[in-house]
T-cell receptor, first 114, second 114 residues
């Protein structure tokens, strides 16, 4: 079974709709991240969380919100989707010790906003 | 703050030929350096990393990268590529002074042709 899972894998929605992307992990990591990937821009950090009570904005948080429901779950919401939020979204996790410098990624959610 | 520049957006190469994917970074502090690989329709996975010690690091599938502090580079090389190496490769940097944020380059798409 995958260590980091994302649902849905693909989603097409319309402008103005509320969308939630979900991420679950079985790695036991405290740190979780949401990134978006756009062609030619690499990955950009949207939000990150170091534990259930710690939520922080990344470099492109406008238009997004997150919820850390449990250590293993971290959801990303688009309250009112717009076309320029069309992108590939990745959830990632990392630990604090051991391989703490490495991030582990989910398979991604491809979101299209019409 | 750190930044990463991947000098080539696409690199086409014939099977069994050598390849080099270039990465330069900037940072005001010492860094950890990473190469991640993204195969089609998958998330990113760690290929190799430099944390400290030997400046030449190797992956299990024949890739290697050398940390060059004076040139602030971390180029990825493979002496003989396979069709299965076709993927997008991301260079990433993280400050090693207690910060957590990993900065990703824009990616280099490697096409291996038969």
């Amino acid at each position: 079974d995958a260590d980091v899972t994302q649902t849905p894998r693909n989603r097409i929605t319309k402008t103005g709709k509320r969308i939630m992307l979900e991420c679950s992990q079985t790695k036991g990591h405290d740190r979780m991240y949401w990134y978006r990937q756009d062609p030619g821009l690499g990955l950009r950090l949207i939000y990150y969380s170091f534990d259930v009570k710690d939520i922080n904005k990344g470099e492109i948080s406008d238009g997004y919100s997150v919820s850390r429901q449990a250590q293993a779950k971290f959801s990303l919401s688009l309250e009112s989707a717009i076309p320029n939020q069309t992108a590939l979204y990745f959830c990632a996790t990392s630990g604090v010790t051991g391989t703490h410098n490495e991030q582990f990624f989910g398979p991604g959610t491809r979101l299209t906003v019409l | 703050a750190q930044s990463v520049t991947q000098l080539d957006s696409q690199v086409p190469v014939f099977e069994e030929a050598p390849v080099e994917l270039r990465c330069n970074y900037s940072s005001s502090v010492s860094v950890y350096l990473f190469w991640y690989v993204q195969y089609p329709n998958q998330g990113l996975q760690l290929l190799l990393k430099y944390l400290s010690g030997s400046t030449l690091v190797k992956s299990i599938n024949g890739f290697e990268a050398e940390f060059n502090k004076s040139q602030t580079s971390f180029h990825l090389r493979k002496p003989s590529v396979h069709i299965s190496d076709t993927a997008e490769y991301f260079c990433a940097v993280r400050g090693n002074t207690g910060g957590f944020k990993t900065i990703f380059g824009a990616g280099t798409r490697l096409f291996v042709k038969a």
